[in-house]
């Protein structure tokens, strides 16, 4: 069976032969160990394409990311600063707005008019067309909650979940309507698979009564809007989860990855038979520092904790660091290969 | 201590966990007109308040939003308070030099550990985010500093840390300062590795910390 119907069936919940396995976005990892910055790439979708093509081939990941390191240039296309990295990156530099009152002035249509997010699109169209019929092409961008908190400033927004509700929602709408401008070419591209990263939505930063009140809804929104144009969705929230893991759902993600953070016996206990589930091996503690046999062993330990539930990915708990060998990748990548499930 | 200062402060508290700023503020003007002794205020009213919305995030009662609303209400009564602070009560502070490391910006845990920090009693010059590892060097010399408090939440930006302690002992003046590091992907095993001298998951957590080393230091 190919790696594409393996992931396929995983996400549907459906047995298959091996223990599918994928990275998470992995933009970063990918580029700069060919000693290309993320600017380096931006408006030469060939090139981009190629890369993550070329990288395929030595990692053999089940789904290929595009566009994974540059969600922010749709702040940028909206008139936001955001400063490029030599490593890493690009990252907000302050807040798009200043006040609610300017928020009628965003223009969402100019993200469309961005020639670099047009770049992108283009990359996933050539990669689809490349790599599609192996393996499955999915792009990303922040979940509605972290998006709000680009353009309002997140201490803002999280201060005004007290002194003024009405703007959490305004802003949370817009920034539904943003994530999905930006996402809905890469679908016309040929992606399958859309993973929306929220990592705002953390439990080591708002309440389980405020995810759901202010995160769930629009979860819901952006997944409904993905799922009507026929690609699967998979949700991402960085750091300790484990509080409102039953509420997602809700969502109605087919998958979700969660990190290191989380126990995953006890994620298997609230979603199996609910939802696929990715994770999650410590992008840093394991997936960089760690040797080849320690990172067998860490995914053994993640197979094992789910064994049971047709569903799983095996996955690093977040994007990896720049500094991660490929031999940990490889690694992982083999575990899944060699564990046989039906 | 008269029964009526002794509620007037926990009142004050109580506003500083209630986020109540207004109140805050009010209680706080009572404490100036009732001529009550404000060093007292602060620290048995702001201080205790947001030591115990401290312990309540780290018990998952309080979050992120919690804990600045908590912060805004303390500041707020601080600021009336302060003025009326005697000169023999502005004693010395052990001070801490905090920041984001370069090419980081993100700030709201580093802000969350200057809230704490401030409320423990140390007075914190704070460089912002995306700020080169020379920068906390010169500004530790510079003003004399006890804790260099390194935060990141990237892991691309994780070695800057190291480079803080390189430089530090490149100058060998690595012993005078406590260097503490945090932030979403540090553990303790990160700041064993690159021989910071503390680490701590949370901001409660990193001010008890600091107090701890910030002693422990021989200058």
Redesign the interface.
Known sequence: MIAKEIIIKTIRREETPRVAVALLSGG?WTFNRRGYSLRDILGKPELNAQIISETYDEVQSDMVWVGSGYHNLAIRALGGKI?F?T???P???EPLLNSLAEIGGIRLERIKEDQDIQSLWQAAEILSQKIGSQALVGSSQWGPFTLAGHIYG??KL??S??KDRQAVFTVLEVATELCYQYLEPFITAGVEIISIADPSAS?????RE?FREFVLPYLRKIVAKLHQKGVFVSIHI??NIT?RLDLIPESGTDVLSVDYKVDLSKAKEILGGKIALAGNMN???IM?NATVPEVIDACRECIQKTNGIPGYILMPGC????GVPLANIQAMIETAHNTKLH | MSSDQKELFVQLSDAVVD?DEARTVELAQDVITKNYDTYEAIEKGLADGMDRAGKLFEE?EY????L??CS?AMYAGLEVLKPHLKVDQQAEKFKVVIGVIE????D?GK?LVKIMLETSGFEVIDLGR?IPPQAFVAKAKEVGARVIALSTL?????DGMAEVIRLLEAEKIRKKFVVMVGG??I?Q??ADRIGADGYAKDAAEAARLAQKLALEIAV
């Open positions: 970063v400063k990295r490593k890493g990156a990252d907000i530099q997140i201490e999280m201060r979940i007290y439990g080591d930063l708002i309440s405020q960085c750091g509080n992008p840093v503690g960089q994007d990896i660091p720049p | 986020m998952e979050f992120i939003p919690e600045l609303m805004d090419g980081d910006t993100h709201i802000n995306d990237m892991t691309t930006t994780m979403g992907p553990s095993s990160f």
